[in-house]
């Protein structure tokens, strides 16, 4: 079979790390597996689940894509996106990396192709493992912290109530960006993502 795009969320593996900032790119994957879970015609299909990495298959607005979730650490994500790639001859510039941005507020999506990785070890990870920065950012913002302090600790605090919900809402907005990103390229998909989202008007 030979897949169009590999799109791949970037996160920490565990349960402590389940809905902290630092795991955007893994709230992504799974909005990707619910909508498969309504939409038959995504025939989603696990490819494999082993130590390092999930991966499933599926028909994505209407191209067979990959889809996969690194099961390291973040810093040791980009092995898992090498292999991927090279097992199923896929080039850097058909990987879609989805993951969290510090440099934009939390609902803010930017998707670009190459650049550096702007201190985030997924990202500087997938160049290392792919010798290459030609691949796809799908950038999801998470804002930084209102006082000084360890941005680790900021990356890794669970999201509130409040800002999990927005975060749910801004996957959903991603995927449907990717999806079409997929159909009709990435001018059309940047113009959708790259424009603020108004808040939803309230009764007087």
């Known amino acids: 079979m ?8 970037l996160g920490n593996p565990g349960d402590q790390y389940l809905n902290t900032r630092h795991n955007m790119g893994f709230l992504t994957v799974d909005r990707f597996l619910e909508l498969a879970g309504t939409r038959k015609s995504m025939r989603l299909q696990l490819l494999r689940d082993v130590a390092d990495y999930q991966l499933h298959a599926m028909l994505f607005a209407g191209a067979p ?55 985030h070890n997924g990202v500087q990870s997938v160049t290392d493992c792919l010798n290459s920065g030609e691949f796809w950012r799908l950038r999801l913002g998470i804002g930084r912290p209102s006082q000084p302090g360890h941005m680790s600790d900021f990356v890794l605090d669970e999201l509130s109530a409040q800002e999990l919900e927005l975060a749910v809402a801004t996957v959903d907005r991603a995927v449907k960006g990717l999806e079409m990103f ?12 790259h424009t603020p989202q108004k808040p939803e008007e309230t009764e007087p």
Not at 2 to 9: A, C, H
Not at 89 to 106: N, R, S
Not at 182 to 193: D, E, H, K, M, N
């Open 182 to 193: 997929v159909r009709r390229g990435p001018g059309f998909a940047q113009q959708a993502l």
């Open 2 to 9: 030979e897949y169009k795009w590999l799109f791949v969320g």
């Open 65 to 119: 894509c990959l889809l996969a979730r690194p099961l390291t650490y973040m810093n040791l994500s980009g092995r898992a996106v090498a292999n991927i790639c090279g097992h199923h001859l896929i080039k850097p510039d058909q990987v879609v990396i989805m993951h969290d941005e510090l440099d934009l507020e939390l609902g803010r999506i930017k998707l670009k192709k190459s650049g550096g990785a702007n201190g």
